[in-house]
């Protein structure tokens, strides 16, 4: 397969609850994985953008405090945002400068410090990100956004708790082969349903947690790519799309509509379908969310997700694997940090170095990540 | 009177739609329609995109509608220490529009089902801020 624009590292940092050190030098840690052994120096870097969600960052404008650690300065540094899924949009602005010809190498780094923010601090931003209008006044949480998909689910397809909780199962058991991942133990299909309940019927064990951490994706054109590394990998099609922030007024409340619509323009760039994806990493902030992500990207019929995964079809070695290196659910989750670590993991798997959790001949991979509840997905397919 | 006194925890003082809040004040939930293409909005707004007209007419949501689907929030965000736990619902209404807002607590949590009917009240809460609740 070829393209014009590849992936030509990828790096993260350890995802952990709190991880010591500053984000500059968490950053530099997640650029130093992704451009090791790609023999270049800061002055053949043409950009750099710095994707993370600026509420949880106490330094106002980050993007060239990392550049001067990075040491690409006076090289154009920029910051952009979609909160969860801001990584990924770094990654479509990296696609887009490189293929209009403004760019040949721009470095995309996704980061958050999440432990900067008191619990108080976290929980006081928690209740802004809904329509601080008509929304937020009623005690909206991102939880709730996802609990109120779960119940209409259960609802209109017979979905049940214990079908939600099999897809943390499966996150846990990959989660405890990553070494980068914050939740390292493999968790029981009891250990899910005796959890406290957060937002019914989603349970401590159904969300995934706050995290800090940094990712790093450095993207390239096809002919620097090729001098660059003997395995690029190409971005085949790119999908983004938006839902209304006011969850009463989409048209679904058991289907992201919006992810549908980029996974759409993403495999028309692409001219491929879901049934040519050999690997997935999806935006599995809730158990709820990845059986979404199943119906919403077509890997599965809507209402017929969580037949997937009772089937184990999304294990790496099932008809197709999502989220083998344990997703955010184990992962965790430092917002800006989380798209980019989803490209790091596609690009392993493309490249046939993910070990124990490697598909077979994986040729395609998609990764999807989304802002908010359903609210920012961007759908980006990749080929080696 | 303005959108500082509503709902548990508010952000925003003015805007365009102040009437919503007199009108709540006088016991009505109401929203707008477009006065030129007829689309009905809720959250209510001023402003027609499609029209790019800011001629607007407002209407009462006195139906009962259909719970679409709803979730109890045992962990709130701040400001709703004191009122948690507590069950946010969407209902889905005859006039043509769609409502987030809370289900009243005197629906035990065992009797709140996806379809059950439902009408939006005005409520004062405890600090005499306005708000609506779901109620049978």
Same mark, same amino acid.
């Given at each position: 397969m070829k393209g014009e624009v590849a992936?030509?590292?990828?790096?993260?940092?350890?995802?952990?609850r709190n991880c010591g050190v500053s984000v500059?030098? &968490?950053? %530099?840690?997640?650029? /130093?994985?992704?451009?090791?052994?790609? =023999?270049?120096?800061?002055?053949?870097v043409d950009a750099l953008i710095i994707a993370s969600a600026p509420e949880y960052d106490k330094q106002r404008t980050p993007a060239a405090l990392i550049s001067e650690y990075l040491g690409l300065t006076p090289k154009p540094a920029f910051y952009i945002e979609t909160v969860c899924s801001s990584g990924t949009t770094g990654v479509k602005m990296a696609y887009s400068l490189i293929k209009s010809g403004l760019h040949d190498i721009i470095v995309m780094i996704g980061f958050q410090k999440m432990s900067e923010l008191t619990s108080r601090e976290a929980a006081e931003v928690m209740g802004r990100g809904d329509d601080t209008m008509f929304s937020s006044p009623f005690g909206t949480t991102m939880p709730a956004g996802h609990a109120l998909y779960a119940r209409a689910h259960m609802a209109k397809y017979g979905t049940t708790a214990e079908q939600l909780a099999k897809v943390r199962v499966k996150n846990a058991y990959y989660g405890s082969l990553n070494s980068k991942a914050t939740y390292r133990k493999v968790l029981s299909l009891e250990d899910i349903m005796n959890s406290d309940v957060i937002c019914s019927p989603l349970k401590k064990f159904d969300c995934c947690a706050n995290a800090d951490g940094a990712s790093c994706v450095i993207l390239a054109s096809a002919d620097k790519a090729r001098k660059l590394t003997d395995k690029p990998i190409w971005v085949l099609g790119v999908g983004s799309a938006t839902a209304e922030l006011n969850w009463s007024a989409r048209g679904s409340s058991t289907s992201f509509l919006a992810t549908k619509e980029a996974a759409k323009t993403a495999y028309e760039m692409a001219g491929l379908g879901p049934e040519d994806i050999d690997v997935a990493e999806v935006h599995d902030c809730f158990t709820i969310s990845e059986i979404l992500a199943y119906e919403d990207l077509g890997f599965a019929k809507p209402g017929e997700g969580p037949k997937l995964i009772e089937d184990k079809e999304t294990y790496h070695d099932g008809?197709?694997?999502?989220? #083998?290196?344990g997703g955010l659910l184990s992962k965790g989750h430092p917002i800006g940090a989380t798209g980019g670590s989803q490209v790091r993991t596609i690009v392993r798997q493309l490249r046939g170095e993910m070990g124990e959790s490697q598909v077979k001949d994986a040729k395609v991979g998609l990764v999807h990540n989304v802002g908010g509840t359903g609210t920012y997905p961007n759908v980006i397919i990749f080929g080696r | 009177m303005d959108f500082g006194n509503f709902g548990t925890v508010s952000f925003t003082k003015q805007a365009k739609v102040m009437p919503f809040i007199d009108y709540l004040s006088q016991?009505?939930?109401?929203?707008?329609?477009?006065?030129?293409?007829?689309? /009905? %909005? %809720?959250?209510?707004?001023?402003?027609?995109p499609?029209? &790019?007209?800011?001629?607007?007419?407002? %209407?009462?949501? /006195?139906?009962?509608? /259909? &719970? &679409?689907?709803?979730?109890?929030? =045992?962990?709130?965000?701040?400001?709703?220490?004191?009122?948690?736990?507590?069950?946010?619902?969407? #209902?889905?209404?005859?006039?043509? #529009?769609?409502v987030l807002a809370r289900i009243s607590k005197k629906?035990?949590?065992?009797?709140?089902? #996806?379809g059950m009917e439902l009408k939006v009240v005005p409520v004062k809460l405890s600090d005499e801020k306005l708000s609506y609740d779901f109620e049978t």
């Open positions: 992936v030509i590292g990828a790096g993260q940092t350890v995802f952990t500059r030098e &968490l950053c %530099f840690e997640a650029y /130093k994985e992704a451009a090791e052994g790609l =023999n270049i120096s800061p002055k053949d008809k197709i694997p999502v989220n #083998v290196d | 016991g009505k939930v109401m929203t707008t329609q477009c006065k030129h293409c007829g689309r /009905k %909005f %809720f959250p209510p707004r001023q402003d027609c499609y029209c &790019l007209s800011s001629d607007v007419e407002w %209407f009462e949501i /006195k139906s009962k509608g /259909k &719970l &679409l689907t709803y979730t109890t929030v =045992n962990y709130g965000p701040s400001g709703f220490e004191d009122v948690s736990p507590y069950t946010l619902g969407i #209902v889905e209404f005859s006039e043509g #529009v769609r629906i035990a949590p065992k009797d709140i089902k #996806v």
